[in-house]
């Protein structure tokens, strides 16, 4: 069962008991984020330093995360590094129409036993090779996209 990504801030969740969500879905995403980073690591060429296979590396965490959770998560880590002139402006800019992310305002919440560190679920590759890492997976999915929206066509077709 795949897990749909909570949204919403912190505040929103505690506003509306949903902090349980929250919860799950952070952790999730913190998952998703050292998924990437070993699949990345793992895609190295062993005899040649600095090859990476970032194609094979994005099919395989989108595959075991799904696409709206590594898209999310690449997504907080570019904009949580958005003065960083290692990522592609494209890149960057891909980030902001994947998420808004929530910046917290945190009132008296001690007692919910939740790390405030805003995200949790960065992605701590190397900054050049992640850039290649989410431009190969912003390709995939828009791949995987036209296929699901040319499959939908042919569908309505056959009624």
């Given at each position: 069962?795949?897990?749909?990504?909570?949204?919403?801030?912190?505040?929103?969740?505690?506003?509306?008991?949903?902090?349980?969500?929250?919860?799950?879905?952070?952790?999730?995403?913190?998952?998703?984020?050292r998924?990437?980073?070993?699949?990345?690591?793992?895609?190295?060429?062993?005899?040649?330093?600095?090859?990476?296979?970032?194609?094979t590396?994005?099919?395989?965490?989108l595959?075991?995360?799904?696409?709206?959770?590594?898209?999310?998560?690449?997504?907080?880590?570019?904009?949580?590094?958005?003065?960083?002139?290692?990522?592609?402006?494209?890149?960057?800019?891909?980030?902001?129409?994947?998420?808004?992310?929530?910046?917290?305002?945190?009132?008296?919440?001690?007692?919910?036993?939740?790390d405030?560190?805003?995200p949790?679920?960065?992605?701590?590759?190397h900054?050049?090779?992640?850039?290649?890492?989410?431009?190969?997976?912003?390709?995939?999915?828009?791949?995987?996209?036209?296929?699901?929206?040319?499959e939908?066509r042919?569908?309505?077709?056959?009624?």
């Amino acid at each position: 069962m795949e897990h749909k990504v909570y949204k919403h801030s912190l505040e929103h969740a505690i506003a509306n008991d949903e902090v349980a969500l929250y919860r799950d879905s952070d952790k999730r995403n913190e998952t998703c984020a050292r998924g990437i980073e070993k699949a990345i690591q793992e895609s190295n060429h062993p005899l040649r330093q600095y090859n990476y296979d970032l194609h094979t590396a994005s099919r395989k965490v989108l595959a075991e995360y799904g696409t709206e959770r590594v898209a999310w998560v690449l997504s907080a880590t570019l904009q949580r590094a958005s003065h960083d002139g290692r990522f592609s402006d494209d890149n960057k800019n891909w980030a902001h129409t994947i998420s808004n992310l929530f910046l917290p305002h945190y009132h008296n919440i001690s007692s919910l036993n939740i790390d405030m560190s805003f995200p949790q679920y960065s992605v701590g590759t190397h900054p050049a090779v992640l850039d290649g890492f989410v431009g190969v997976t912003r390709k995939i999915i828009a791949e995987q996209e036209h296929v699901g929206s040319r499959e939908k066509r042919v569908d309505r077709s056959d009624r």
